[in-house]
C-alpha cells in the first residue's frame, strides 16, 4: 500500500509537549486527545534534530514549552531551526518534576526491592524529563481556552 491510500486517521494531529534545559530534553507527542505516543529524553545537542524528525512523522498542531529554564532561549532555537516552526505555547512547570515522579511509577510500577520503599523515597532510576513534558501537554489540553 502506497501512502497516498494511507487513511488519515493513521497521522493524528498532534501536540509535542518539550521541557526545555541546558544538557537534556525531555519531548512527548500526544494526540490531541492527550493519548501519549511516544516520550523521550534527548541531549540538548539533539533537540532540534529530534523535533525537526516528529515533524516529518507528525502532523505536529503545536508544541507546548514548560516555561522555566531555559525556555525563552528555547523558544528562539526552535523558531530558527525548524522551518517551519509550529505554533508554540508556554505553560507553567510548577511542581511538574515532583508529579513526574509519582506518574514514572504509575506508567512503570516498581520491581524488586523497589517496592519495598515508600513512595515518597523511590527514586526513577532514569532522568524523567520527558514525563514532565507529557504533563506540559496535558496542563495545556486542560487549558479553559486553548486559542493561543
Known sequence: MDSSSVPSFANPPVIIGFD???????????????????????????AIAYLASLQQRFDVRRLV?????TSK?????????????????PVDEHRTTLLARDRYWEMFPPRGVQRLFPDGLRQPPRPIDDIVAILLVERYLQRPSLGD
Open 20 to 46: 526545555p534545559g541546558r544538557d537534556k530534553c525531555g519531548v512527548a507527542v500526544l494526540t490531541t486527545a492527550g493519548q501519549v505516543i511516544e516520550h523521550r529524553v534527548v541531549t540538548a545537542g539533539e
Open 73 to 89: 532561549e528555547w523558544q528562539t532555537k526552535i523558531s530558527d531551526g525548524l522551518n517551519p516552526a509550529p505554533p508554540m505555547s
Open 65 to 69: 514549552v514548560g516555561d522555566r529554564t
